[in-house]
């Protein structure tokens, strides 16, 4: 059984930055990945990045040169650095954790870019 809980979110100005943590509590294996996804009002979720427990695997083009993920393994934490945030960047963030068969979702953080 793992658990995420997520924070970071929060409303920011076009152009600004946020920083998503999701912190993984549990059973936690070495080999693992973990993944941000997204989800606007209407929209289906989609995945923004992901990085295994040694390197980046995906990020979505639509946020590349503009977000980037990274984890700290001793922490368990994983991080979504936003930069350069747009209105449509705004959707509720889900953090995923999984290995093997096994996965698990965050509660979500919502990140409204507005003006």
């Known amino acids: 059984q793992v658990q995420l809980v997520e924070s970071g979110g929060g409303f920011v100005q076009p152009g600004g930055s946020l920083r998503l943590s999701c912190a993984a509590s549990?059973?936690?294996?070495?080999?693992?990945?973990m993944g941000w996804y997204r989800q606007a009002p209407g929209k289906e979720r989609e995945l923004v990045a992901q990085?295994?427990?040694?390197?980046?695997?995906y990020i979505a083009g639509s946020v590349k040169g503009r977000f980037t993920i990274s984890r700290d393994n001793a922490k368990n934490t994983v991080y979504l650095q936003m930069n350069s945030l747009k209105p449509e960047d705004t959707a509720v963030y889900y953090c995923?954790?999984?290995?093997?068969?096994?996965?698990?979702w965050g509660q979500g953080t919502q990140v409204t870019v507005s003006s």
């Open positions: 995923q954790y999984y290995s093997g068969s096994y996965s698990r």
């Open positions: 990085i295994t427990h040694l390197v980046s695997t």
């Open positions: 549990g059973s936690i294996f070495s080999t693992n990945a």
